[in-house]
């Protein structure tokens, strides 16, 4: 079975059980993945998290219901898994713009929100670098914040992380951990990403621990031996990246047609000087072979 059929037998799932609970271990199951990896894949391929996914469905399949039967509102909530007439009333006025009492009136303009269906899509303009390797273990250090990472906030993380990346160039601290690292007042320092939590996770600027141990003032980071994917923005001009676009190809392209899963660990945005005002981010992610079918 491909990846393909997969991914529409787990929307099949979801699409049949939209007025009941759904287990999100067992949509991952389907799709022969684990529970993280495919909703942080169904976000980067669709641009809306799975949550939200199912939330506009109910919501659709509500505002036909009301439409077109004698349905009423506190037994159509109920169904849709609202504890409340208030709390539906509220989501499907935000969806639709008018109170699931109006949805009878002739006229009114509902939204609905189709289901989705994975298809080929042939793309290919663009090649996709990358190689697997082996890394030994190592510890890092840096000052870490929580990123929101899912719901409403798909987005999040690509205004949290720059935000603050800024607030400690501003405030000293990047010029502290290179001092701390022993690096130059324009050495390049490392992000990590990890302690992945539901709709969170940490994100550290730092770098790799010195000889001397933990400098004081900071957090420490161990990372275990792990395999990793290594892919590359290739080389850019200062403050021009592309590391964004590069995450959402990893996510939405790499991961869909490979044969590796996310491994649940520490993933990073390596940065490096290479000369003549040049620079190139590597984005490493732990990886696993996938379970055979």
């Known amino acids: 079975m491909d990846w393909l059929e997969r991914m529409n037998n787990a929307m099949e799932y979801i699409e049949t059980r939209l007025s009941e609970n759904i287990d999100y271990d067992q949509v991952a199951?389907?799709?022969?993945?684990?529970?993280?990896?495919?909703?942080?894949?169904?976000?980067?391929?669709?641009?809306?998290?799975?949550?939200?996914?199912?939330?506009?469905?109910?919501?659709?399949?509500?505002?036909?219901?009301?439409?077109?039967?004698?349905?009423k509102v506190i037994d159509t909530a109920l169904k849709y898994g609202y504890e409340s007439p208030e709390a539906f009333s509220r989501a499907f006025k935000k969806m639709h713009g008018v109170m699931p009492t109006s949805a009878r009136e002739k006229g009114i303009v509902l939204k609905a929100y189709p289901r989705l269906s994975s298809h080929i899509s042939i793309r290919g303009d663009v090649e996709m670098n990358y190689k697997i390797e082996e890394k030994q273990g190592f510890e890092m250090f840096g000052i870490s914040t929580a990123v929101h990472d899912a719901g409403d906030l798909f987005e999040q993380p690509f205004v949290?992380?720059?935000?603050?990346?800024?607030?400690?160039?501003?405030?000293?601290?990047?010029?502290?951990?290179?001092?701390?690292?022993?690096?130059?007042?324009?050495?390049?320092?490392?992000?990590?990403?990890?302690?992945?939590?539901?709709?969170?996770?940490?994100?550290?600027?730092?770098?790799?621990?010195?000889?001397?141990?933990?400098?004081?003032?900071?957090?420490?980071?161990?990372?275990?031996?792990?395999?990793?994917?290594?892919?590359?923005?290739?080389?850019?001009?200062?403050?021009?990246?592309?590391?964004?676009?590069?995450?959402?190809?990893?996510?939405?392209?790499?991961?869909?047609?490979?044969?590796?899963?996310?491994?649940?660990?520490?993933?990073?945005?390596?940065?490096?000087?290479?000369?003549?005002?040049?620079?190139?981010?590597e984005v490493w992610i732990p990886v696993i072979k996938k379970p055979s079918a």
Not at 36 to 48: N, P
Not at 195 to 220: D, R, T, V
Not at 243 to 264: C, D, K, M, T
């Open 29 to 71: 199951k389907i799709a022969c993945c684990s529970t993280y990896h495919f909703q942080r894949m169904f976000s980067f391929i669709t641009s809306v998290p799975l949550s939200e996914y199912i939330r506009r469905r109910r919501l659709t399949l509500a505002a036909f219901e009301l439409q077109q039967s004698d349905a």
């Open 160 to 281: 949290e992380i720059p935000a603050f990346w800024a607030k400690c160039v501003n405030d000293g601290t990047v010029n502290r951990i290179r001092a701390a690292a022993g690096l130059g007042e324009n050495g390049q320092l490392h992000g990590v990403l990890y302690n992945h939590q539901w709709e969170k996770f940490s994100y550290m600027i730092g770098y790799f621990l010195p000889p001397g141990g933990l400098p004081a003032g900071f957090e420490k980071l161990q990372v275990t031996p792990q395999t990793y994917a290594i892919f590359s923005t290739g080389l850019f001009p200062d403050g021009q990246s592309g590391v964004h676009e590069l995450w959402r190809r990893i996510w939405g392209e790499w991961f869909p047609s490979s044969n590796y899963e996310f491994a649940n660990g520490p993933e990073f945005e390596m940065t490096y000087d290479r000369g003549n005002h040049l620079y190139e981010i």
